[in-house]
């Protein structure tokens, strides 16, 4: 059994505590303890855990195993540094860290400790339609792939959001899934800014357009929309010579009334992905037994995703493409 420890009780770490109850990790873990400021000890009360007083004391402990970061961004580095110290296998949400330093000290670290302790979570790649497309782009079942148009909309911006936070909170999930689903690196972005929506409110520069070209110069196009209001819209579509594979919006009974017909989306992430975090955990649980190979991101994945944000935040100030220079996946984190 697993003893697990969760750091950070706000919107996901909630939502995780809850998943990780379910019956699928009876038998291969339970989170045993909490740390977070505020409201750690009132979440810790209410599933009958305990409540460490520090990152630290949590990480440290010998009764913990391992560790779920879902703190804050600025905390995910000096959490998952302390993780390496104490040797504890460790599930980070994304990002990283958004500081490409910091991004690669925990990689010198990791490499130097010579054991893959971080995994990050990029969820999607647990998710049975993005699943699907990958398969359908290798298979080349229509035909070899040609573009790729993702959208990312969401019910609400995230908190404090800025010009950057379009790419670096939201659309580092894109990164991440397109360069999963392709096995294929960018050579260069460039970010189109169109007008503002009124709902944008005044520090969000909101919808933002991307354009990304592949090492093979296929285009992948991203629009994100953070306060797009409608809810969570989240779609993908590959374009191959022979057709085309759409990502169908969830699907869900179909409802008729007041004269409308239709499907309900997603409020959230957690409604859309739910599939997804709870294989994603399952498998991160699972890679703790045994060392065979999984789908979980590593921290180079985290690195490149916040490599390729910052880009993008080089090309929307400059208005102007820009190129990336993503060296090739060192031999520690190709895949065990
Ligand atoms: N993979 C995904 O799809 C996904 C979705 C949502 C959020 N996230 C990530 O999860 C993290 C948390 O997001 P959220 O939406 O739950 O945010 P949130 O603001 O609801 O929760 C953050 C929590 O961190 C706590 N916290 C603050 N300082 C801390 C510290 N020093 N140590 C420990 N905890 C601390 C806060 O008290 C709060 O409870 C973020 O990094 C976010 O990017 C990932």
């Known amino acids: 059994m697993i003893n697990i420890g969760l750091i950070g009780t706000g919107t996901i ?25 505020n409201s750690g000890p009132f979440v810790a009360k209410q599933f009958g855990i305990k409540a460490y007083s520090s990152s630290e004391e949590l990480i440290s402990s010998d009764e913990i195993n391992a560790v779920i970061i879902c703190s804050a961004d600025e905390f995910h580095y000096e959490q998952v540094k302390l993780c390496l110290k104490y040797n504890k296998p460790v599930l980070c949400e994304k990002p990283l860290s958004q500081s490409l330093d910091e991004s690669l000290d925990l990689i010198k670290i990791e490499q ?14 647990f998710d049975p339609y993005y699943i699907q497309l990958k398969k359908s782009i290798q298979n080349k079942k229509f035909g070899e792939m040609l573009l790729i148009h993702c959208k990312h909309r969401t019910t609400f911006p995230p908190p404090n959001s800025n010009p950057s936070t379009n790419a670096h ?6 990164f991440d899934i397109l360069r999963w689903m392709t096995n294929e690196e960018f050579k260069s972005v460039k970010v189109y800014v169109p007008n503002k929506s009124a709902k944008a409110g005044e520090k969000l520069q909101d919808p933002q357009f991307f354009i990304l070209k592949s090492s093979t110069d296929r285009l992948y196009t991203i629009e994100s929309f953070l306060s797009a209001g409608y809810g969570y819209d989240v779609q993908c579509e590959i374009v191959a010579e ?5 990502m169908p919006n969830q699907v869900d009974l179909l409802l008729s009334t007041n004269l409308n017909i239709g499907h309900k989306l997603p409020y959230d992430w957690n409604e859309r992905f739910s ?6 955990i399952r498998t991160w649980i699972l890679s703790l037994y045994t060392s065979n190979k999984t789908d979980l991101a590593n921290a180079w994945d985290g690195y490149l995703t916040t490599y390729i944000a910052s880009k993008c ?15 090739s996946t060192p031999q520690f984190y190709l895949k065990r």
Request: aromatic share 8%; net charge negative; no cysteine.
């Open 13 to 37: 770490g909630k939502q995780h505590l809850e998943r990780l109850h379910k019956d699928i990790y009876t038998n291969i873990a339970k989170v045993i303890g909490v740390y977070s400021p």
């Open 112 to 125: 130097e400790l010579g054991k893959r302790l971080i995994s990050l979570g990029f969820m999607r790649r």
């Open 169 to 174: 909170v939201s659309l580092v999930h894109e």
């Open 242 to 246: 022979e057709g085309t594979y759409s």
């Open 275 to 280: 599939q997804a975090y709870d294989d994603e």
């Open 313 to 327: 935040d080089e090309s929307r100030e400059s208005g102007k493409e820009v190129v990336l220079n993503i060296p």
